[in-house]
């Protein structure tokens, strides 16, 4: 369609190309222009010419090598070189107050000339010279309207961009300048060609001579114009290829002397082109071709692309800049529209995206249910169905997913470790799918904490695209000798291909909203997350109350939350009388460290006290039957729990502790005297909710006066760097440390010498002393 460079070599057209390299191609530097000018390239501000082109004699009347070293006035004559010098001379971009009309003296014979200049810039190679420039002088016969203006190219174009302007929808800006390029220029063709993201191109307006068949509609594949063209038409807007069959005309030299490098043609209109475009155009049956870039910030959006049939054709410049003009009024007049399409869709997702927002402050309505109101997701995102798990609970609207679905691509989008995770064809980018997705073809994922997670998904979105030609059938091999090179493809007929197992694409615009989306739910995750903390905070300390108060014992308790945010856990103690003036004494520990934990410690905590309270069993009846009670209740979870019964003993003045302990560490007892006894237990007995059947055993001792009996859990003795056995053996020594210091502050020390750095899990304690 236009300029693709599909060759690696910069020689001229019709030299052979290699297909494979086309995006290598540095076709800012072709060493050669087209013949229907010259060029010069002359040092400022002595404009000494140092490179022109080999046909400078047939425009000037001057042979290159007799121009080369010479200054300009020498080479153009003095008028012509001193209008090029008074332009070059004034501030801004030059190619603003291009053409310079100049008149040459050639044989006696004024020849008018529209003179284009612009400056190229090679960097210092060191990192320290100052950029080197270069004038680029090049000279085109003039026809066409004179003098060249401002004023003339706008009378030009006048009545197109009152069309412009009234234009009510795209494809009425499309047609209108299509139409007008074609009136204006004399092209056979003029089609605006736009960019999809992956860089394909379609027809989307044509303008055509009689006879000629339609392209509207035609796609071509992005390898058509590979990246280094656009590059290229992003900073050049127009070229012009006024004959195919152009033999291209080399520079002398070869390397502009004062910078050492090729010269940069980027904005030369004179630019000799990829030979292997120039096959390309000729396998079209094109015989001449314009295009025009049209931009949005500055990025290529599509062309204006221009081809003729009937032999070589040359606008003259001020009608090419006739045709720019128009490109670019058509090229604001599209981001206007855009960007009008954009506020009005912006506006509406703003809107839900409040919405949304400021319902999920409602913190007594489930998160999930909150997403999928009224609006929901699929009013902030389209697509056939969407999945939300939050915070436990479950919610869907749309299509249904098959089972097992969710869960598998929510662990697929998890291990890519992205905020947001989008395919328009899982079976290209996770065919290990395939199997669960039943019709689904697009998702996409917010993979949030703790397995929470958004899905969207849309199945296949079956559609047909027209080609120009066979995408997939990019080159041909021709034999050349001895050898084989690729040429482009010479068949642009009608293409139609079925695309199939995509569905439709998950737009950017779409894809940095629900970033937005992801940015309001962590926030309200954590909100409600702190609530939850805070009101489970609430309940621990509710349930961990002073213990009773007694002339027999002395009880200190203690808890300390491990270090970090959510100040809860499953760890608990209590201790309260019998009304036959047995003391019990529990500690406990839930396995986990969170609110659920604490939840299921509150639940623990009172079904022991009702199973105990007015019960004469022994401690281990009470846990057989507490065992019973979580299995029943379907309770899913799991403790270490010791249980003890202090009663009075007459015949010594102590007590005796009856204990059972369903996989608890065992409780320390220091007597009058300096010793430290553990109270072990005959055999290790299975966690509380493991097996309602497993049987419990029981122990009994007698404490003295003056006895200390100390309970506690695993985050007073395990470290990472130690077992629990060295914690026990560590923690009976500072027990004999503290000595008979008051309870409390024997509790405060001994806590202190075990945890100098803070707990990292959560510690509960209970120390219960005899008095003598």
Request: net charge negative.
């Given at each position: 369609?236009?300029?693709?460079?599909?060759?690696?070599?910069l020689?001229?057209?019709g030299?052979?190309?290699?297909?494979?390299?086309?995006?290598?191609?540095?076709?800012?530097?072709?060493?050669?222009?087209?013949?229907?000018?010259?060029?010069?390239?002359?040092?400022?501000?002595?404009?000494v010419?140092?490179q022109?082109?080999?046909?400078?004699?047939?425009?000037?009347?001057?042979?290159?090598?007799?121009?080369l070293g010479?200054?300009l006035?020498?080479?153009?004559?003095?008028?012509?070189?001193?209008?090029?010098?008074?332009?070059a001379?004034?501030?801004?971009?030059?190619?603003?107050?291009?053409?310079?009309?100049?008149?040459?003296?050639?044989?006696?014979?004024?020849?008018?000339?529209?003179?284009?200049?612009?400056?190229?810039?090679?960097?210092g190679q060191?990192?320290?010279?100052?950029?080197?420039?270069?004038?680029?002088?090049?000279?085109?016969?003039a026809?066409?309207?004179?003098?060249?203006s401002?004023?003339?190219?706008?009378?030009?174009?006048?009545?197109?961009?009152?069309?412009?302007?009234?234009?009510?929808s795209?494809?009425e800006?499309?047609?209108?300048?299509?139409?007008?390029?074609?009136?204006?220029?004399?092209?056979?063709?003029?089609?605006?060609?736009?960019?999809?993201?992956?860089?394909?191109?379609?027809?989307?307006?044509?303008?055509?001579?009689?006879?000629?068949?339609?392209?509207?509609?035609?796609?071509?594949?992005?390898?058509?114009?590979?990246?280094?063209?656009?590059?290229?038409?992003?900073?050049?807007?127009?070229?012009?290829?006024?004959?195919?069959?152009?033999?291209?005309?080399?520079?002398?030299?070869?390397?502009?002397?004062?910078?050492?490098?090729?010269?940069?043609?980027?904005?030369?209109?004179?630019?000799?082109?990829?030979?292997?475009?120039?096959e390309y155009?000729?396998?079209?049956?094109?015989r001449?071709?314009m295009?025009?870039?049209?931009?949005?910030d500055?990025?290529?959006?599509?062309?204006?692309?221009?081809?003729?049939?009937?032999?070589?054709?040359?606008?003259?410049?001020?009608?090419?800049?006739?045709?720019?003009?128009?490109?670019?009024?058509?090229?604001?007049?599209?981001?206007?529209?855009?960007?009008?399409?954009?506020?009005?869709?912006?506006?509406?997702?703003?809107?839900?995206?409040?919405?949304?927002?400021?319902?999920?402050?409602?913190?007594?309505?489930?998160?999930?249910?909150?997403?999928?109101?009224?609006?929901?997701?699929l009013?902030?995102?389209?697509?056939d169905?969407?999945?939300?798990?939050?915070?436990?609970?479950?919610?869907?609207?749309?299509?249904?997913?098959?089972e097992?679905?969710?869960?598998?691509?929510?662990?697929?989008?998890?291990?890519?470790?992205?905020?947001?995770v989008?395919?328009d064809?899982?079976?290209r980018?996770?065919?290990?799918?395939?199997?669960?997705?039943?019709?689904?073809?697009?998702?996409?994922?917010?993979?949030?904490?703790?397995?929470?997670?958004?899905?969207?998904?849309r199945?296949?979105?079956?559609?047909?695209?027209?080609?120009?030609?066979?995408?997939?059938?990019?080159?041909?091999?021709?034999?050349?000798?001895?050898?084989?090179?690729?040429?482009?493809?010479?068949?642009?007929?009608?293409?139609?291909?079925?695309?199939?197992?995509?569905?439709?694409?998950?737009?950017?615009?779409?894809?940095?909203?629900?970033?937005?989306?992801?940015?309001?739910?962590?926030?309200?995750?954590?909100?409600?997350?702190?609530?939850?903390?805070?009101?489970?905070?609430?309940?621990?300390?509710?349930?961990?109350?002073?213990?009773?108060?007694?002339?027999?014992?002395?009880?200190?308790?203690?808890?300390?939350?491990?270090?970090r945010?959510?100040?809860?856990?499953?760890?608990?103690?209590?201790?309260?009388?019998?009304?036959?003036?047995?003391?019990?004494?529990?500690i406990?520990?839930?396995?986990?460290?969170?609110?659920?934990?604490?939840?299921?410690?509150?639940?623990?905590?009172?079904?022991?006290?009702?199973?105990?309270?007015?019960?004469?069993?022994?401690?281990?009846?009470?846990?057989?039957?507490?065992?019973?009670?979580?299995?029943?209740?379907?309770?899913?979870?799991?403790?270490?729990?010791?249980?003890?019964?202090?009663?009075?003993?007459?015949?010594?003045?102590?007590?005796?502790?009856?204990?059972?302990?369903?996989?608890?560490?065992?409780?320390?007892?220091?007597?009058?005297?300096?010793?430290?006894?553990?109270?072990?237990?005959?055999r290790?007995?299975?966690?509380?909710?493991v097996?309602?059947?497993?049987?419990?055993?029981?122990?009994?001792?007698?404490?003295?006066p003056?006895?200390?009996?100390?309970?506690?859990?695993?985050?007073?003795?395990?470290?990472?760097?130690?077992?629990?056995?060295?914690?026990?053996?560590?923690?009976?020594?500072?027990?004999?440390?503290?000595?008979d210091?008051?309870?409390?502050?024997?509790?405060?020390e001994?806590?202190?010498?075990?945890?100098?750095?803070?707990?990292e899990?959560?510690?509960?304690?209970?120390?219960?002393?005899?008095?003598?």
């Amino acid at each position: 369609m236009t300029d693709a460079g599909r060759g690696v070599e910069l020689l001229g057209a019709g030299t052979p190309g290699d297909l494979t390299a086309c995006d290598r191609e540095p076709i800012h530097v072709p060493g050669s222009i087209q013949p229907r000018g010259v060029l010069l390239a002359v040092t400022e501000p002595d404009l000494v010419v140092e490179q022109v082109s080999e046909n400078l004699a047939g425009l000037v009347g001057v042979a290159p090598g007799d121009a080369l070293g010479r200054r300009l006035p020498e080479v153009l004559g003095v008028a012509a070189a001193g209008a090029v010098a008074r332009s070059a001379s004034a501030f801004g971009d030059l190619r603003e107050r291009n053409p310079v009309e100049v008149t040459l003296d050639v044989q006696g014979s004024p020849v008018p000339v529209d003179a284009l200049l612009h400056r190229t810039v090679v960097d210092g190679q060191d990192g320290v010279t100052a950029p080197a420039t270069t004038l680029v002088v090049e000279l085109e016969p003039a026809h066409g309207p004179r003098p060249f203006s401002f004023p003339n190219t706008y009378q030009a174009v006048r009545r197109t961009v009152a069309e412009l302007n009234r234009a009510t929808s795209l494809q009425e800006l499309y047609d209108t300048t299509a139409q007008a390029v074609r009136e204006l220029t004399g092209f056979d063709r003029v089609m605006v060609y736009r960019y999809d993201a992956d860089h394909h191109g379609q027809v989307v307006a044509e303008a055509r001579a009689p006879g000629l068949n339609t392209w509207l509609g035609l796609h071509f594949p992005a390898s058509d114009i590979p990246a280094q063209a656009r590059a290229l038409y992003e900073k050049n807007w127009l070229r012009l290829i006024s004959d195919v069959d152009y033999r291209p005309v080399p520079l002398h030299p070869v390397l502009v002397p004062s910078t050492g490098e090729p010269l940069d043609l980027t904005f030369s209109t004179l630019r000799s082109v990829s030979p292997v475009h120039v096959e390309y155009l000729q396998n079209m049956g094109v015989r001449a071709s314009m295009s025009i870039s049209l931009l949005r910030d500055d990025r290529l959006w599509g062309l204006i692309a221009c081809h003729h049939y009937s032999g070589p054709h040359a606008p003259p410049y001020a009608t090419r800049a006739a045709a720019e003009f128009l490109g670019s009024t058509l090229s604001l007049r599209l981001v206007d529209r855009a960007e009008e399409d954009e506020v009005h869709r912006a506006l509406q997702v703003r809107s839900t995206l409040a919405w949304l927002a400021t319902a999920t402050l409602d913190e007594d309505r489930p998160l999930a249910d909150t997403l999928l109101g009224s609006p929901d997701l699929l009013d902030l995102l389209p697509a056939d169905g969407v999945v939300v798990h939050l915070q436990g609970h479950r919610a869907a609207r749309g299509e249904a997913l098959p089972e097992g679905a969710a869960e598998a691509v929510v662990a697929w989008a998890a291990a890519r470790y992205e905020d947001v995770v989008a395919t328009d064809s899982v079976l290209r980018d996770a065919p290990e799918l395939a199997a669960v997705l039943g019709p689904v073809r697009g998702v996409l994922v917010l993979p949030l904490p703790d397995g929470q997670f958004v899905l969207w998904h849309r199945t296949e979105s079956l559609r047909s695209v027209d080609w120009g030609g066979d995408p997939h059938n990019k080159a041909i091999a021709e034999a050349e000798g001895d050898s084989v090179r690729l040429s482009p493809r010479k068949s642009f007929d009608r293409w139609r291909e079925t695309v199939r197992d995509r569905s439709q694409p998950w737009t950017a615009q779409e894809l940095a909203e629900i970033g937005e989306l992801r940015t309001q739910l962590l926030e309200a995750l954590y909100a409600r997350s702190r609530s939850i903390v805070r009101a489970a905070e609430t309940l621990q300390r509710s349930m961990l109350t002073a213990p009773p108060h007694s002339a027999r014992l002395q009880v200190a308790v203690r808890y300390v939350p491990a270090a970090r945010e959510a100040q809860v856990g499953g760890d608990w103690y209590d201790v309260f009388e019998q009304p036959d003036g047995a003391t019990v004494v529990v500690i406990g520990d839930v396995v986990g460290h969170d609110t659920a934990a604490a939840a299921d410690m509150a639940q623990l905590r009172g079904l022991l006290r009702g199973i105990a309270y007015d019960s004469a069993d022994g401690p281990a009846a009470v846990l057989r039957r507490l065992d019973s009670a979580v299995a029943g209740l379907g309770l899913a979870t799991m403790a270490t729990v010791l249980v003890g019964r202090l009663t009075r003993d007459p015949a010594s003045g102590g007590a005796r502790l009856r204990w059972s302990s369903a996989g608890h560490l065992p409780p320390l007892v220091t007597g009058p005297g300096d010793g430290v006894l553990t109270l072990a237990t005959p055999r290790a007995e299975l966690l509380l909710g493991v097996d309602p059947a497993a049987p419990r055993t029981e122990s009994e001792t007698l404490l003295e006066p003056g006895a200390t009996l100390l309970l506690y859990t695993d985050g007073l003795v395990e470290r990472r760097d130690q077992v629990f056995d060295d914690g026990v053996q560590r923690l009976r020594g500072e027990l004999v440390a503290v000595g008979d210091r008051p309870l409390g502050e024997a509790c405060d020390e001994l806590i202190g010498r075990m945890l100098p750095e803070g707990a990292e899990d959560d510690v509960a304690l209970v120390a219960v002393r005899l008095q003598d």
